[in-house]
T-cell receptor, first 112, second 112 residues
């Protein structure tokens, strides 16, 4: 049972374009939704996170859009750069659960 | 001054052997985790410890035994290694669960 479903599996975007990765969750008890970025040979690193009391959060070129009624959230990367090429994971957790549930990951490639 | 450090980074061993992976965090966090990343890059929780106490054991075989000698350390011992144990194992820590989790660089375990 996949509690967090992520799409697409892979994405190719031209430099300067907008990268969009989507996630859907099932458990309405989830109250924390982070996005992680992972480069080859490295551990995942937190990029940006949101809680369900807001519909959007922006940090630099990265924006999370959150739709509580649809149980979906997405990551938008504006002005995508070759250095953004990495694998991105959405995740979710609920208070007291002591774990993150990850999506399947999206391999993003930004072409120069 | 690495926040979450795990050793070794690479581990190649034969089937049936016993091996350990060490993890230390210097962030003062109270919660530590072990995650497994399979060949398709899917990240899944294995164990979660809070203040040295096991909180989550996510249906991991008994051959895997975590040990937390203190809040800053969480080691993973694996008995009777099998081919299917080949994966990248990540240690992580956080202050509480619905907060940023910091991941180590991972240990790539290859069982031959």
């Amino acid at each position: 049972q996949q509690q967090v479903k992520q799409s697409p599996q892979s994405l190719i975007v031209q430099k300067g374009g907008i990268s969009i990765i989507n996630c859907a969750y099932e458990n309405t008890a989830f109250d924390y939704f982070p996005w992680y970025q992972q480069f080859p040979g490295k551990g995942p690193a937190l990029l940006i996170a949101i809680r369900p009391d807001v519909s959007e959060k922006k940090e630099g070129r990265f924006t999370i859009s959150f739709n509580k009624s649809a149980k979906q959230f997405s990551l938008h990367i504006m002005d995508s750069q070759p250095g953004d090429s990495a694998t991105y994971f959405c995740a979710a957790s609920k208070a007291g659960a002591q774990k993150l549930v990850f999506g399947q990951g999206t391999r993003l490639t930004i072409n120069p | 001054d690495t926040a979450v450090s795990q050793t070794p980074k690479y581990l190649v061993t034969q089937m049936g052997n016993d091996k350990s992976i060490k993890c230390e965090q210097n962030l003062g966090h109270d919660t530590m985790y072990w995650y497994k990343q399979d060949s398709k890059k899917f990240l899944k929780i294995m164990f979660s410890y809070n203040n040295k106490e096991l909180i989550i054991n996510e249906t991991v075989p008994n051959r895997f035994s975590p040990k937390s000698p203190d809040k800053a350390h969480l080691n993973l011992h694996i008995n009777s290694l099998e081919l299917g144990d080949s994966a990248v194992y990540f240690c992580a820590s956080s202050l509480g669960v619905s907060t940023e989790a910091f991941f180590g660089q991972g240990t790539r375990l290859t069982v031959v």
